[in-house]
T-cell receptor, first 112, second 113 residues
Framework: AQSVTQLDSHVSVSEGTPVLLRCNYSSSYSPSLFWYVQHPNKGLQLLLKYTSAATLVKGINGFEAEFKKSETSFHLTKPSAHMSDAAEYFCVLRGGSYIPTFGRGTSLIVHP | DAGVTQSPTHLIKTRGQHVTLRCSPISGHKSVSWYQQVLGQGPQFIFQYYEKEERGRGNFPDRFSARQFPNYSSELNVNALLLGDSALYLC????????????FGEGSRLTVL
């Protein structure tokens, strides 16, 4: 069985400080992992993806994630938060099944 | 190129009614999946269609059904609506059914009164 665990339901940062959103996964197959962002009442937008190429993945809007097989993690980072980054973030796993596996989501709050 | 399009964007129904939601995938994508997102929660998987066949079904009652047409567009049908069916319904398309990124539409906001 596959699973995705987003370790924090809420993360609060000040504008200009680093962002860390944590995601751990479990999969019997070589996983493809994705981070999506969702702004209120909108669909999900892809931030970045890992598909067995480089383990350090760069995405849009300055976000990065590092795939660590030994730690079964795929944490999302950004060096400096912006007010516009405030949104819901989802870690998603695909591979080995037609059913994608979603994390529960992490709400990023950015204070001025 | 057009992204995933969903219609209608908003709709209001009353309990017991039926609703049909529509989704057009990105051109060339053969897989469509449907999700229910209740306010404050993450998307819950409902159905996955690939090459016009159902490939996956989530834990939803038989009131929920879907199909995929020869042009790969899809419909989600919900019968005998309940208040708890009020949600944002998201459609996503992808090249393949079991891997690769999902491209999401903006969703259909259903309110059941």
């Amino acid at each position: 069985a596959q699973s995705v665990t987003q370790l924090d339901s809420h993360v609060s940062v000040s504008e200009g400080t680093p962002v860390l959103l944590r995601c751990n996964y479990s999969s019997s197959y070589s996983p493809s992992l994705f981070w999506y962002v969702q702004h209120p009442n909108k669909g999900l937008q892809l931030l970045l993806k890992y598909t067995s190429a480089a383990t350090l993945v760069k995405g849009i809007n300055g976000f990065e994630a590092e795939f660590k097989k030994s730690e079964t993690s795929f944490h999302l980072t950004k060096p400096s938060a912006h007010m516009s980054d405030a949104a819901e973030y989802f870690c998603v796993l695909r591979g080995g099944s037609y059913i994608p596996t979603f994390g529960r989501g992490t709400s990023l709050i950015v204070h001025p | 190129d057009a992204g995933v399009t969903q219609s209608p964007t908003h709709l209001i129904k009353t309990r017991g009614q039926h609703v049909t939601l529509r989704c057009s995938p990105i051109s060339g994508h053969k897989s469509v999946s449907w999700y229910q997102q209740v306010l404050g929660q993450g998307p819950q998987f409902i159905f996955q269609y690939y090459e016009k066949e159902e490939r996956g079904r989530g834990n939803f009652p038989d009131r929920f059904s879907a199909r995929q047409f020869p042009n790969y567009s899809s419909e989600l049908n919900v019968n005998a609506l309940l208040l708890g069916d009020s949600a944002l319904y998201l459609c996503a398309s992808s090249h393949r059914g079991d891997t690769g990124e999902l491209f999401f539409g903006e969703g259909s906001r259903l309110t059941v009164l």
